[in-house]
């Protein structure tokens, strides 16, 4: 008899509410997860954290990443609003 608890594949359900999110909310949503995910890192980065289970291992190239993604956010963003008022 298997008293073992089966799998919950909770981390699907939560990287598809975040896809949901990015894809309603588009720059605003990407900014906002980059620079949490920033934010996290770094902290982690300060407390001696240097390798990550992120594929890019590397916390410098995960902080790397991360900023360019919320820069290319950000630049959608003004993207948006520039052809709202142009």
């Given at each position: 008899m298997n008293n073992?608890?089966?799998?919950?594949p909770l981390r699907l359900c939560i990287y598809a509410t975040i896809a949901a999110v990015a894809w309603l909310l588009g720059p605003v949503a990407v900014v906002g997860f980059a620079a949490l995910g920033f934010a996290g890192y770094l902290r982690a980065r300060r407390q001696g954290l240097t390798r990550s289970k992120c594929i890019l291992r590397d916390t410098r190239l995960v902080l790397a990443y991360l900023g360019v993604l919320a820069l290319a956010g950000t630049v959608a963003i003004g993207w948006h609003v520039y052809q709202l008022l142009g």
């Open positions: 073992s608890a089966p799998y919950d």
